[in-house]
Structures are given as structure tokens and as C-alpha cells.
């Protein structure tokens, strides 16, 4: 999350606010002190204006008009009464200063106690332009003026200009001539109270700026410090809660502010988040309940499933032969291993006329109850017809038509049917798709394998089967097996127990019974395939005809 | 198991890679042929050359694959069998059912 600037956050916000207030009562201030600077200005102006005008009129006009011989005595002496008089200038009508010889300006320093006139000239000073139009009204009106100016120092200055005419009085220094022959400069500036009253409302609304703009960063401080200290306080709660997880608890509210509004807001998602993980415990509750059921439904379908398959299992059972029918020729002996609780694999043998007897073997492709079902058929048909056909092809002819018709495309019986004729040890047989059995003479070691090429059966239903016979001699052991067993892979999954293996197994056991054998070959499969479950039915079927 | 298509004229050869025992084996398979007879390739080779074992099952999925062949009017034809599985085909009597070839220049051929 990228970082807020400065101006985003609550603090920043605070102190541009506080900025802006600050300034507004600053220049509000400031604006005041003006004012009151100005408005106390012309009040001294005004003041002083009056006092030079009484200066002028009720003492100086009268004492220049006692003639000039006095007059700088009489001035000095008026001056010294006059305070904070700055300038006195005695100037001529083309505004050159007079009396500017040494012994004038020594005596009016002496008079006034200090040196007021510092000029030493020897010559005359241009006080004013020639032309000064304020020096000309003076002289052509022969009137005094009084005007302020102001001053490069920002104050004003107060100027006195009184026009000097000879009089009668002057003893005729000038002869008869009474024309106006200069002015009287004077230049006032402010008083000391004056100053004084100004300095101290220069410090008063100095003290008041400073405080005003301590006060606002007090108020900032203050401000950002009672915040963050309520948003720390909130975020510290929340941790809490959310470390404890409890949802049900709920953030302290102390104030109805922008903060307390805050903690109602956050108050309010947490009861929304409890409420969501109430509803969430109830929905995890059902859909666990809603498992638990199903479970427990599917359980009990499973175990009917399971009921009904063992029932199919033990039904399929009694579909082979509980035992085997017993003559002093031949010895029968089978094994029966489903992967499944049903197999499509189905063996039998029984008795048919004229010491004949039936040898079935049938396996249906894949396992199962598919399997089954077709191998019940398989076992429905040749239950009914061998009683009455000997040819086994035919036999098997009529599975094939009958299955061609009902199966699935990819699906088929590999079968192989013999009738043996226990007179003659003749046995004549039909291989239909099924492994070729083998036919092991314990006697001489010959082994020998029932081949005939026979179709799939149900696959094609114009398919032909062809009959073969073989005749036993004394020792011969005949074995006759499903795929199950050659294809059943050891543990890696690599190898197959394979025909050769069971060929091995087969004439090894030539002394053993045909039980012994059974059990030695369904041992060694065992053993190869490591105790894996079987991925096929197993069957095997033994017929050892005695040794003579 | 895997399989890989290819064309010679305008016969379609699929390298069968793998055994052919599994339901997921017979799926794979079965899809082959189904996508190659949707497009209408009916002359169809199988190259069983990596190929080392089938099933009852997967033979029942070569019958069913030879059935849906013919019925569009086709030809499947298979190649370079395994020994064990050449017995399987003998026995079977598939082998007259389906055109079983040594080398593929032979059952290329075999289409003309």
C-alpha cells in the first residue's frame, strides 16, 4: 500500500488548517496594528499642527515683528519652549539659508544649550528650490503655511513656514522697503510621548502576534496529540480483538466525534464480521451435517451394495460345482480367485451320458458384475443344451449367436468346452478366444498345448467355431486357466506372470497332486505379484487322468 | 497410454505408446479413433510397436474400434505387434477380422 504524503494524513490536514487560521488572525492583527499606527499618526499630526500654529502665531509672529536685531534671541528662546522642534531655517525668497556666518550660528548654539546648528558655511546653503511653489505662496501671500510631509523613515514631518517682512520696527535697515525678504523654516517631528505611545503599540500587538501564533501550534499540538493518542487507543483495541478473536466484544466509545464516529463505525463492522462468522459456524454446521447424512446414506447404500454383492458372490459360487464328480479315471480339482466380489470368470464340469463329461471354462473381458451376468448366460446356455448337443463348437456356436445379439460392442467371452469320453480318453473340444490349455504328461515330461483357433465369442455373430480332439494317455495332467493368471503383473507392474512361469510351475509339480499343484501355483502367483490385489479373475482348473 | 498421429498417403498411422489394461488406457484409445473417424479418416493403421501388453478389455476396444471402422465404411488394419500379443490376436481369431502387418510399408500398402 503506497505511503499517504504528508498533507493526506489527519495531522498534515490538521496543521494546514491551523496554517490558514493562523494566518487569517495574524493579518487580522496585523491589519489592526496598521490602523491604529495610522489613525495615531494623524492624531499626532493634528496635535502638533495646532501647537506649531499656536507657536506661530501667538509667540513668533509677534516676536519677528520686534525686528530682526532680537529676533534670533527671541526665537531660540521660543524654540526652547517649543519640544521636539527638528529644524529652524531662516531662509531667503530664493530659498537660500541666512545667517549662515559662524558668529549667528555659535550664538544660536549657545542659546539653545547645544549644538543644534552644526553647519559652519561660508557659503549660503539652498535650502529650498528657487522655485518651491510652497515658498512662493508664502512670499506672494504673505501668509504662514503650515504642511506635513512624509518622511523617507515612513513618519511625518511637520513644516512651518512664516514669511519675514521688514517692519516698521526695523530700524530702517532695509531702508523703507517692507517686502517680504524671507521665511522662517520650522520642521516638527513627533514627541517623545509620542514615540513612546507608538513603541508601546508596536510591542503590544508584537507580544499579542507572538502569542497568537504560540497558541496555534499549542493548538496543533494539542490537537494531533489528543487524535493520535484516540486512534492509537482504537487501534490497540482492535488488535486486541482481532489477537483474541472476539468478535463480540466492542471498542470503547468516548466521544461523539469524528474519532468516537470512527470506533461506532468500526463497532458496526465487527458486528457484521461476528454476525458473518455466526452464520459461517451455522453453514459450516449444515453443510457438515448435510456430509454427515450423506455419508451415512451413502454407507448404508454401500453396505447393501456390499450385502447384495456377497449374496451375487454366493449365488455365483453355487453356479460352479460344489464338487466334482468322482471317477476312478480322472481327478478334478479347481481354484476360483475373483478380484472383485463377483468375477466374469465361470468353470464347470459335469456328468453326461455314456460316461461322458462336460469341462467348461468361460471368461467374460473385463470383471465384475457385467461379467458375471454374461457369464451366467454363458452358464444358462450350456446348463440346458449339452445335455443335448455333443458338439462342443456347436455348443458354442449357439453362445456366440446369442451373445452377439445382446452384448456390448466391446464386449466378449473367451471359452473353451471339451466333452471327454472316459472310455476312450478321447476328448473333443472347442476353443473359442480363450488361452490354449495345457496338457502335461507327468510321466514323460511332455508338455503339450490345446491349440485351435477359435473366435471371440459374441463379438461377430457370423463367427464359426471349429471341434478338435485330444486323446489322454495314463499321467497326462490337463490345465485349463483364465488370462488372469498369465497377466497378473508383479509389483513394479512391469513384469507378467506369463505363460512360460505357469508352464514352469506346471511341470515342476508333476508328483504333487493336482490340490498340491493348485496351491503351489496360486502360491507362486502370490508370491509374484507381492500379495497385490488381482487386476482380473483368477481360475484354474485341473484334470490329472491317473498313471497306469 | 499416449498416442500420436501421423499420415502416409492417405493412410492414418497411430503410434500406440504404452500397454493398453487401464479404464483411463481404453478411453485414450477410444478417443483416437472416434477424433480420426470424425474427421473422416477411415482408413486407420495401428502401430502396436510400443505397445507391450493388452487386456481382455483393450482387446474388446480393438473389436469395438474395427466395428465402428466398418461401419463407416473403412478399413482398420494393425502393425508391428508384439509377439505375445500376436498369439493373442492368433488364438483370437482377430487376425482374420483385422489385417495384422510386420512393417508399416507392407500394411500401407495393403490400403491400395
Given amino acids: 500500500m503506497p505511503k499517504p504524503g504528508f498533507f493526506s494524513t489527519l495531522k498534515g490536514k490538521t496543521v494546514v488548517f491551523i496554517i490558514i487560521l493562523s494566518t487569517a488572525a495574524l493579518s487580522t492583527l496585523g491589519a489592526m496594528f496598521l490602523h491604529t499606527k495610522h489613525s495615531l499618526l494623524s492624531e499626532f499630526e493634528e496635535e502638533r499642527t495646532g501647537i506649531v500654529e499656536h507657536f506661530v502665531i501667538e509667540t513668533l509672529k509677534p516676536v519677528m515683528l520686534t525686528g530682526h536685531a532680537d529676533i534670533m534671541s527671541s526665537i531660540m528662546e521660543s524654540y526652547k519652549r517649543i519640544p521636539d522642534l527638528e529644524g529652524l531655517h531662516i531662509i531667503r525668497t530664493d530659498g537660500v539659508e541666512a545667517f549662515t556666518d559662524g558668529a549667528t550660528l555659535g550664538k544660536v548654539n549657545r542659546l539653545l544649550g547645544e549644538e543644534h546648528f552644526r553647519r559652519q558655511l561660508k557659503n549660503p546653503v539652498q535650502v529650498l528650490p528657487p522655485d518651491d511653489p510652497t515658498l512662493a505662496q508664502v512670499v506672494r501671500t504673505e501668509k504662514e503655511k503650515v504642511y506635513s510631509k512624509k518622511t523617507d523613515g515612513g513618519g511625518n514631518i511637520t513644516y512651518l513656514m512664516l514669511p519675514i517682512a521688514n517692519e516698521p520696527a526695523c530700524h530702517g535697515c532695509h531702508g523703507s522697503d517692507h517686502r517680504i525678504r524671507g521665511v522662517l523654516m520650522a520642521t516638527f ?14 510591542w503590544f500587538f508584537g507580544i499579542a502576534f507572538a502569542l497568537l501564533l504560540a497558541t496555534a501550534i499549542l493548538t496543533y499540538m494539542f490537537i494531533t496529540r489528543i487524535m493520535a493518542s484516540r486512534v492509537s487507543s482504537i487501534v490497540k483495541q482492535v488488535n486486541t480483538l482481532v489477537a483474541n478473536d472476539r468478535f463480540d466484544d466492542r471498542i470503547l466509545i468516548d466521544a461523539d466525534d469524528e474519532v468516537g464516529q470512527l470506533a461506532i463505525a468500526f463497532n458496526h463492522f465487527i458486528s457484521s464480521v461476528e454476525l458473518y462468522r455466526v452464520e459461517e459456524t451455522k453453514e459450516k454446521e449444515r453443510l457438515e451435517k448435510a456430509v454427515f447424512d450423506k455419508t451415512k446414506e451413502l454407507r ?10 456377497k449374496l451375487a458372490s454366493r449365488i455365483q459360487q453355487k453356479l460352479m460345482p460344489e464338487k466334482f464328480p468322482e471317477y476312478p479315471e480322472v481327478d478334478f480339482h479347481a481354484a476360483y480367485i475373483p478380484c472383485l466380489h463377483i468375477g466374469g470368470d465361470y468353470y464347470d464340469v459335469f456328468e453326461m451320458p455314456n460316461r461322458h463329461v462336460g469341462i467348461f471354462m468361460a471368461d467374460a473381458s473385463g470383471h465384475g458384475s457385467s461379467a458375471a451376468l454374461l457369464v451366467s448366460i454363458v452358464k444358462a446356455i450350456v446348463s440346458v443344451m449339452a445335455e443335448h448337443i455333443s458338439s462342443p463348437s456347436y455348443i458354442v456356436q449357439l453362445i456366440n449367436t446369442t ?14 468346452y471339451g466333452v471327454l469320453d472316459l472310455k476312450t480318453g478321447e476328448m473333443q473340444y472347442s476353443l473359442a478366444g480363450h488361452p490354449p490349455p495345457l496338457v502335461h504328461n507327468r510321466n514323460t515330461g511332455e508338455m503339450t ?13 457370423f463367427d464359426k467355431f471349429d471341434d478338435s480332439v485330444y486323446v489322454f494317455k495314463g499321467g497326462d495332467r490337463l490345465v485349463i486357466y483364465t488370462d488372469g493368471i498369465v497377466e497378473a503383473c508383479n509389483n513394479g507392474q512391469k513384469l507378467m506372470f506369463g505363460e512360460k512361469k505357469l508352464v514352469e510351475v506346471v511341470k515342476g509339480e508333476k508328483d504333487s497332486s493336482s490340490a498340491e499343484m493348485t496351491a503351489h501355483l496360486l502360491s507362486s502367483l502370490d508370491k509374484f505379484t507381492g500379495g497385490a490385489t488381482l487386476a482380473d479373475d483368477v481360475t484354474l482348473l485341473v484334470v490329472d487322468f491317473k498313471k497306469q | 497410454m499416449k498416442i500420436a498421429t501421423r499420415t502416409v498417403a492417405d493412410v492414418t498411422i497411430l503410434d500406440l505408446m504404452g500397454n493398453i489394461k487401464s479404464p483411463g488406457d481404453m478411453e485414450d484409445f477410444s478417443k483416437a479413433i472416434e477424433d480420426e473417424l470424425g474427421l473422416n479418416h477411415t482408413k486407420l493403421l495401428l502401430n502396436f510397436h510400443e505397445v507391450g501388453f493388452i487386456n481382455s478389455s483393450g482387446l474388446g476396444r480393438v ?3 474395427a466395428k465402428k471402422v466398418a461401419a463407416k465404411a473403412g478399413v482398420m488394419r494393425v502393425m508391428n505387434l508384439a509377439q505375445d500379443i500376436d498369439d493373442l490376436f492368433t488364438f483370437t481369431r482377430l487376425k482374420e477380422k483385422i489385417g495384422v502387418f510386420k512393417n508399416e510399408k507392407d500394411a500401407v500398402e495393403s490400403f491400395r
Avoid: H, W, Y
Fill in chain 1, 189 to 202: 517631528g513627533m514627541t517623545s510621548a509620542d514615540r513612546s505611545t507608538l513603541t508601546d503599540i508596536s
Fill in chain 1, 300 to 309: 448404508e447404500k454401500n453396505t447393501f451394495i456390499e450385502v447384495d454383492l
Fill in chain 1, 403 to 416: 451373445l452377439a445379439k445382446i452384448t456390448p460392442d466391446d464386449s466378449f467371452v473367451t471359452l473353451f
Fill in chain 1, 449 to 461: 498345448m490345446l491349440q485351435i483357433n477359435g473366435g471371440l465369442v459374441g463379438v461377430f455373430d
Fill in chain 2, 63 to 65: 473389436v469395438l474400434a
